[in-house]
């Protein structure tokens, strides 16, 4: 089957580095994608990985493991704006990208 | 680049009445436009996709007859709410996508929000 988990929901203080873990499941795996959602909004595309390692981007990083079927985003420098919904999403042999629930992140002063 | 848009942003309507909603890819041309709806603290629950000029591939559970899809133009894909009833009151999300391979991201419209009373 195809699956996606990643944590409900994450807490984390202003300035501080948080990570957000993915791991998922997908038949014929063709990339992983994270995507940031404001309440209300639609989602943005912050990265997208398709080979093993790191991938820098300013504040934010994402890392993917396909032998381990796992992935996270790396948030620097928190600030209040990076209250949001973190979307983890795999793309099948499809092309069709498959869903995690979300991570909501809660930024405190 | 690589703008979607959405008309409209939001809309209220009548138990029973007909709704539609646009997505047009504004400087590019979306080979394939994906269609989603999302529930309040919820994620994206993919709909339907949709290639121009062909028919749109529903996923299991959505009804084609109710959710009516038409992709005429690589810029434009509509999709048509028929008979709408409170529990399709939703935010619904289009994207696109301009290639069909590599890292081709999806591109998201920025959604519009149906309340059916």
């Known amino acids: 089957g195809q699956n996606i988990d990643q944590p409900t929901e994450m807490t984390a203080t202003e300035g501080a580095i948080v990570q957000i873990n993915c791991t998922y499941q997908t038949s014929g795996f063709n990339g992983l994608f994270w995507y940031q959602q404001h309440a209300g909004e639609a989602p943005t595309f912050l990265s997208y990985?398709?080979l093993d390692g790191l991938e820098e981007k300013g504040r934010f990083s994402s890392f993917l493991s396909r032998s381990k079927g796992y992935s996270y985003l790396l948030l620097k420098e928190l600030q209040m704006k990076d209250s949001a919904s973190y979307l983890c999403a795999s793309r099948d042999s499809n092309y069709q990208l498959i869903w995690g629930a979300g991570t909501k992140l809660i930024i405190k002063p | 680049g690589a703008v979607v848009s959405q008309h409209p942003s939001w809309v209220i309507c009548k138990s029973g009445t007909s709704v539609k909603i646009e997505c047009r890819s504004l400087?590019?041309?979306?080979?394939?436009m994906f269609w989603y709806r999302q529930f309040p603290k919820q994620s994206l629950m993919l709909m339907a996709t949709?290639?121009?000029?062909?028919?749109?591939?529903?996923e299991q559970g959505v009804e084609k007859d109710k959710f009516l899809i038409n992709h005429a133009s690589l810029t434009l894909s509509t999709l048509t709410v028929t008979s709408a009833h409170p529990e399709d009151s939703s935010f619904y999300i289009c994207?696109?996508?301009?290639?069909?391979?590599?890292?081709?991201?999806?591109?998201f419209g920025p959604g519009t929000r149906l309340t059916v009373l």
């Open positions: 990985n398709v």
């Open positions: 949709s290639n121009e000029g062909s028919k749109a591939t529903y």
């Open positions: 994207s696109a996508t301009a290639g069909t391979s590599g890292s081709s991201e999806q591109f």
């Open positions: 400087d590019f041309q979306a080979t394939t």
